[in-house]
């Protein structure tokens, strides 16, 4: 049986901004998303699903659209109330995306820690990728 090579959207997240949200226990996180393929990429939602780090999934009315080393800034809301000093392991923030004409999942595993003023400071780990619906194809 002849393996198949899957080509992958690839891109890069950054935390690029922190702030209070309105909601005690809340901040408003700023994260640049970039397009580091050559194909455009659709990107339809987000969401952040760790219990210390949380959003729940945020769908755009209108989908961001990234060509080839385009980025876009997205601001999400985020529970997460730790004491300074904590870090947080394996948090995630999922992307629903559409590349090559076909629906993807983009996982960017974070290392979460909290400054002295319990801001939190989220650094990508890891990217990987998984197409939806791909074990139905098996």
């Given at each position: 049986m002849a393996n198949e090579h899957v080509?992958?959207?690839h891109i890069?997240?950054?935390?690029?901004s922190h702030r209070r949200g309105v909601k005690a226990g809340t901040w408003l996180l700023q994260w640049e998303i970039k397009n580091l393929g050559q194909q455009p990429l659709t990107i339809?939602?987000?969401r952040l699903p760790?219990?210390?780090f949380r959003s729940p999934e945020q769908e755009f009315v209108l989908p961001y659209?990234?060509?080839?080393n385009e980025s876009v800034a997205l601001e999400i809301e985020v529970a997460c109330s730790e004491a300074p000093g904590t870090a947080v392991e394996n948090?995630?923030?999922?992307?629903r995306v559409l590349w090559l004409d076909n629906p993807w999942r983009i996982f960017a595993r974070l290392r979460v820690?909290?400054?002295?003023?319990?801001?939190?400071h989220a650094g990508t780990e890891l990217i990987t990728t998984q197409q939806t619906g791909?074990?139905?194809?098996?």
């Amino acid at each position: 049986m002849a393996n198949e090579h899957v080509i992958e959207p690839h891109i890069e997240v950054e935390q690029i901004s922190h702030r209070r949200g309105v909601k005690a226990g809340t901040w408003l996180l700023q994260w640049e998303i970039k397009n580091l393929g050559q194909q455009p990429l659709t990107i339809f939602a987000v969401r952040l699903p760790h219990g210390q780090f949380r959003s729940p999934e945020q769908e755009f009315v209108l989908p961001y659209k990234l060509s080839a080393n385009e980025s876009v800034a997205l601001e999400i809301e985020v529970a997460c109330s730790e004491a300074p000093g904590t870090a947080v392991e394996n948090a995630f923030l999922i992307l629903r995306v559409l590349w090559l004409d076909n629906p993807w999942r983009i996982f960017a595993r974070l290392r979460v820690t909290f400054d002295s003023d319990g801001a939190p400071h989220a650094g990508t780990e890891l990217i990987t990728t998984q197409q939806t619906g791909f074990s139905e194809r098996l």
